[in-house]
């Protein structure tokens, strides 16, 4: 699926938030840049959470309340190894199901073997300008691109 600009990114996640329930973990892999964070923004707003979505690189999660649905917005991409990945994740994902939170999650390479049931979106840079979405459900039988 071509995405154009931010606005159509937005848009994208705002209506991928229509088909998430409590407890649904979406994987988010793309380059620096890609717009993870700004695909996260639509989903918050498809959530109607009225906090400000901001990206989680340095605090390694955010969570959000006010909304439909509660979120929690992680980013590993600054932890080493797999070990303290899944330690960290281990830690989110009980306060996720506890409060039946959507967990998103932008580099979960270091996690994916401890991951049953997940969406996984990949975002790519076109050739010239715009995003491509690879997003797979949560069964991976179906992917939308």
Known sequence: ??????????QLGRKFAEGLNP??????????GAGKTSFVQGIAI???????ITSPTFA?????????????????YRLENSLMAKEFFIS???EALQNEAIMIIEWPELIKPVLNNFWK?????????????????????????
Do not use: C
């Open 1 to 10: 699926m071509f995405v154009e600009n931010l606005k159509e990114t937005i």
């Open 23 to 32: 407890k649904s973990i979406i994987l988010l892999q793309g380059p620096i």
């Open 46 to 52: 498809g959530l109607s959470i009225s906090e400000d």
């Open 60 to 76: 390694l999660s955010h969570h959000y309340n006010s909304g439909t649905i509660p979120l929690i917005h992680m980013d590993l």
């Open 92 to 94: 989110e994902e009980e």
């Open 121 to 145: 979106i990949e975002i790519s840079y076109a050739t010239n300008f715009g995003r491509n979405y690879k997003i797979w459900d949560p069964t991976n039988s179906l992917t939308f691109e």
